[in-house]
């Protein structure tokens, strides 16, 4: 069955600390691994990963893919309490084309205090 | 990327009814997809939305409890029907491009 694993499921750090969430999977036909912040009801995305060893950044997030580990970091630096939220990690797989489905792990519940 | 509106933002809604949802993409999308989140859990896939014809459905949903319409390739519909409490949850709608997956604002449904 396919799965996709997030760790740790929640946690709490002050504004400035560095933080680093995990994503492991096990898939069939992997395509690529997707990052996105979820604060309400719409996940925003963030980041897409398809090749290993190539760090994605975007100001004080970046991302990066170990495809022979199978699994993904997303680091946050200098945290603020805007970056409070639920991230998640999901999988696109499948065979068929350029067309895929995502499988979506629980999230990381960040929250940064003042 | 696109932008997907969704609509409603929420509804209240009484049990044994049924409620409709949109999702309009304002650029052509090669794929749809209809996902439910239950309070405190992930994003679980419901169907993929198929122009045209009927929707794929992922173990656990059937056509009859969520019938899906997509028309055309940037519109699509999921009705949640004959609703219980189990039926609340957060309903999203994402579209995929070439530019990745982006997700509809999300229906927040209550049942009582």
């Known amino acids: 069955e396919d799965k996709v694993v997030q760790s740790p499921l929640s946690l709490v750090v002050h504004e400035g600390d560095t933080v680093t969430l995990n994503c492991s999977y096990e898939?069939?036909?992997?395509?690529?691994l997707l990052w996105y912040k979820q604060e309400k009801k719409a996940p925003t995305f963030l980041f897409m990963l398809?090749?290993?060893?190539i760090e994605k950044k975007s100001g004080r997030l970046s991302s990066i893919l170990d495809k022979k580990e199978l699994f993904s970091i997303l680091n946050i630096t200098a945290t603020q309490t805007g970056d409070s939220a639920i991230y998640l990690c999901?999988?696109?797989f499948g065979s068929g084309g350029s067309n895929y489905k995502l499988t979506f792990g629980k999230g990381t519940l960040l929250t940064v205090n003042p | 990327s696109a932008v997907i509106s969704q609509k409603p933002s929420r509804d209240i809604c009484q049990r044994g009814t049924s409620l409709t949802i949109q999702c309009q993409v304002d650029?052509?999308?090669?794929?749809m997809f209809w996902y439910r989140q239950q309070p405190g859990q992930s994003l679980t896939l419901i169907a993929t939305?198929?122009?045209?014809?009927?929707?794929?459905?992922e173990s656990g949903f059937v056509i009859d409890k969520f019938p899906i319409s997509r028309p055309n390739l940037t519109f699509s519909t999921l009705t949640v029907s004959n609703m219980s409490p189990e039926d609340s949850s957060i309903y999203l709608c994402?579209?995929?491009?070439?530019?990745?997956?982006?997700f509809g604002s999300g229906t927040r449904l209550t049942v009582v």
């Open positions: 994402s579209g995929m491009g070439t530019y990745g997956y982006t």
């Open positions: 650029s052509q999308v090669t794929m």
């Open positions: 999901a999988v696109g």
């Open positions: 939305a198929n122009q045209g014809s009927e929707a794929t459905y």
């Open positions: 898939v069939t036909n992997f395509r690529s």
């Open positions: 398809t090749s290993s060893g």
